[in-house]
Nanobody, 122 residues
Framework: QVQLVESGGGSVQTGGSLRLSCRSS????????MTWFRQTPGNEREGVARIDMLGGITGYADSVKGRFTISRDTALNTMYLQMNSLTPEDTAMYYC???????????????WGQGTQVTVSS
């Protein structure tokens, strides 16, 4: 069984930075994708950034390009999301998810972490 554990959320002011981590454990295919999603109350989960854990290819939502950076440490089976220049619009519960293929649709991901809250105040 694959388990994902996030950490690193918190509260910051506008313009601040946070770094999220997501560690995976359990069996995964040699090549798999890890993606950060975020969700606010009443809204669907939005894909923010994704990374192919084997090849390192990344993808970003337009709303975070130039501000967020996704990276990985394959030895630790860990994915990171460095979030800079945060704004109140980034406030959400952030989830990491894993799947064989990189997709933006949350329904394509069978494995999910418990979520970590990010709050940005003005």
């Amino acid at each position: 069984q694959v388990q994902l554990v996030e950490s690193g959320g918190g509260s910051v002011q506008t313009g601040g930075s946070l770094r999220l981590s997501c560690r995976s454990s359990g069996y995964m295919h040699n090549s798999y994708c890890m993606t950060w999603f975020r969700q606010t109350p009443g809204n669907e989960r939005e894909g923010v950034a994704r990374i192919d854990m084997l090849g390192g290819i990344t993808g970003y939502a337009d709303s975070v390009k130039g501000r967020f950076t996704i990276s990985r440490d394959t030895a630790l089976n860990t994915m990171y999301l460095q979030m800079n220049s945060l704004t109140p619009e980034d406030t959400a519960m952030y989830y990491c998810a894993a799947a064989i293929h990189c997709r933006w649709s949350s329904s394509q991901y069978p494995y999910w972490g418990q979520g970590t809250q990010v709050t940005v105040s003005s």
